[in-house]
């Protein structure tokens, strides 16, 4: 088959839930592999493998440690092997977004500056991750809500 303005004859063949997925597993890869780009992420000489010490900033912005960008990576990875199917990918999506959701509490109830800071996260970091928790539910709920558990319409 041939591409149409529509999209690849693999992408047809997938559902939202699958597609959301991917789009969550390529964003998070790029974003692990940003985190250790100097430039990109600004203060690299300081990345540290983990804890609030670590003063690297991706994009200038987002408090980021070897550890955070770790998970980024293996979060994009989950994203993308679980999106072969429409139930992995709405499993990813569903609790990767109640993960970012407990970080995210998580982020606002420790101090900032204490050791148990350990991923690191900053403000930045809080209000994304409230972000991806509330996105991700959003369209494990939205995109699955006419399926039955099989992936099929109901």
Same mark, same amino acid.
């Given at each position: 088959?041939?591409?149409?303005?529509? $999209?690849?004859?693999?992408? #047809?063949?997938?559902?939202?839930?699958?597609?959301?997925? @991917?789009?969550? !597993? /390529? &964003?998070? +890869?790029?974003?692990?592999?940003?985190?250790?780009?100097?430039?990109?992420?600004?203060?690299?000489?300081?990345?540290?493998?983990?804890?609030?010490?670590?003063?690297?900033?991706?994009?200038?912005?987002?408090?980021?440690s070897i550890l955070h960008n770790v998970v980024h990576?293996?979060?994009?990875?989950? $994203?993308?092997?679980?999106? #072969?199917?429409?139930?992995?990918?709405?499993?990813?999506? @569903?609790?990767? !977004? /109640? &993960?970012? +959701?407990?970080?995210?509490?998580?982020?606002?109830?420790?101090?900032?500056?204490?050791?148990?800071?350990?991923?690191?996260?900053?403000?930045?970091?809080n209000w994304l991750h409230l972000f991806l928790g509330?996105?991700?539910?959003?369209?494990?709920?939205?995109?699955?809500?006419?399926?039955?558990?099989? $992936?099929?319409?109901?």
């Amino acid at each position: 088959m041939t591409e149409t303005n529509t $999209g690849s004859a693999q992408n #047809r063949g997938r559902t939202n839930i699958q597609k959301a997925s @991917l789009a969550y !597993g /390529v &964003v998070f +890869l790029l974003v692990g592999v940003m985190g250790f780009i100097p430039g990109i992420t600004t203060n690299y000489e300081s990345l540290a493998g983990a804890g609030h010490h670590s003063e690297a900033l991706l994009l200038g912005i987002f408090q980021v440690s070897i550890l955070h960008n770790v998970v980024h990576l293996l979060y994009g990875v989950a $994203g993308l092997l679980l999106a #072969r199917s429409a139930g992995g990918a709405r499993a990813f999506m @569903l609790w990767g !977004g /109640v &993960v970012y +959701l407990v970080l995210w509490i998580y982020g606002l109830v420790i101090d900032g500056e204490s050791t148990a800071n350990f991923v690191p996260l900053n403000n930045a970091d809080n209000w994304l991750h409230l972000f991806l928790g509330v996105t991700m539910i959003g369209l494990a709920l939205l995109l699955t809500r006419s399926r039955d558990r099989a $992936g099929r319409p109901a």
